[in-house]
Nanobody, 122 residues
């Protein structure tokens, strides 16, 4: 079965950190670009970060640049999103997606995870 499974979300205080994981099964992430998206209630979906299949190219939204880091471990078939210095405005459901080359530009999201809730609140 082809699927993406996110984990690592939760409740954290402002200034805290979380690491989200996106594990793939049924296909190899090494052949796909990966994008993390997020959606907060009443807001449009936002592209947070992308990483190329080779891991050599990354993208970050201005809102998370310098605080979030995306990485991949092809041996574990898993992509991570390290989130530091979290702010209340980072509160959202975070989704992991996979797609063909230049996913960050094309938005051709072929596979979706179920989403993981991140809540930043004191």
């Amino acid at each position: 079965q082809t699927q993406l499974v996110e984990s690592g979300g939760g409740l954290v205080q402002p200034g805290g950190s979380l690491r989200l994981s996106c594990a793939a099964s049924g296909f190899s992430l090494g052949y796909y670009d990966i994008s993390w998206l997020r959606q907060a209630p009443g807001k449009e979906r936002e592209r947070v970060s992308c990483i190329s299949s080779s891991g050599g190219s990354t993208f970050y939204a201005d809102s998370v640049k310098g605080r979030f880091t995306i990485s991949s471990d092809n041996a574990k078939n898993t992509v991570y999103l390290q989130m530091n210095s979290l702010k209340p405005e980072d509160t959202a459901v975070y989704y992991c997606t996979a797609g063909p080359i230049d996913l960050c530009v094309t938005h051709d999201y072929r596979y979706w995870g179920q989403g993981t809730q991140v809540t930043v609140s004191s």
